[in-house]
């Protein structure tokens, strides 16, 4: 696991997301290899099942669903400077100005916090850092690590304030 932000100069700035272990894209990998292995010794048997083909089909697509989602987080980058905001994951490349943004909205997520962009006619939305705690340990971290900056940073540049608060959730807008 690692993060990497960089300053492209003295008003420009990236930022990355934390990049996960691998290891759950292996193993779902390797899961997928050894059903369909199992399938294809069924197979010479003669004893194919409808559920076990879904089972196979299944797991594939679990494993497929993990490596797009490891790909886009490798691939994710937020990169602001004086004239606005740029967003990348892979699969998108938006970049909005400041005065663009009309909204931004926190909502507390499983770790971190949710946050998102909102312009007129196009939207993006990241995590602020959270820890993924087992018995008191921090086990990982997921989300940008600079997020809580990030977030300062898209709402003074943008001239938000603050609108409305709900419990932990937090709505800005123009005044």
């Known amino acids: 696991m690692h993060y990497n932000n960089v300053i492209v100069d003295s008003n420009s700035r990236i930022y990355r997301p934390v990049i996960q ?3 759950s894209e292996i193993v779902a990998w390797g899961l997928a290899i050894a059903s369909l292995a199992g399938l294809l ?11 076990a083909s879904v089972f196979v089909v299944f797991i594939f697509f679990a494993a497929l669903s993990i490596s797009l989602g490891n790909w886009m987080d490798r691939n994710t980058q937020i990169t602001i400077d004086d004239t606005g905001i740029i967003y ?7 970049q909005l100005g400041w005065m663009a ?7 507390p997520a499983r770790w971190g916090e949710k946050v998102q962009v909102i312009a007129a006619k196009s939207h993006f ?17 997921v989300g940008f690590k600079d997020g809580k900056e990030i977030l300062e940073v898209i709402v003074m540049k943008s001239g938000l304030t603050s609108v409305a608060k709900k419990g932990n959730s937090y709505y800005y807008s123009r005044p």
């Open 21 to 23: 272990s691998r290891r």
């Open 41 to 51: 010794i069924l197979n010479l048997g003669g004893m194919i099942f409808f559920w």
């Open 88 to 94: 990348k994951n892979g699969l998108r490349n938006l």
């Open 101 to 107: 943004i009309t909204s931004v909205e926190t909502n």
């Open 125 to 141: 939305d990241f995590n602020t850092l959270g820890e993924v705690v087992f018995q008191d340990k921090i086990q990982g971290q």
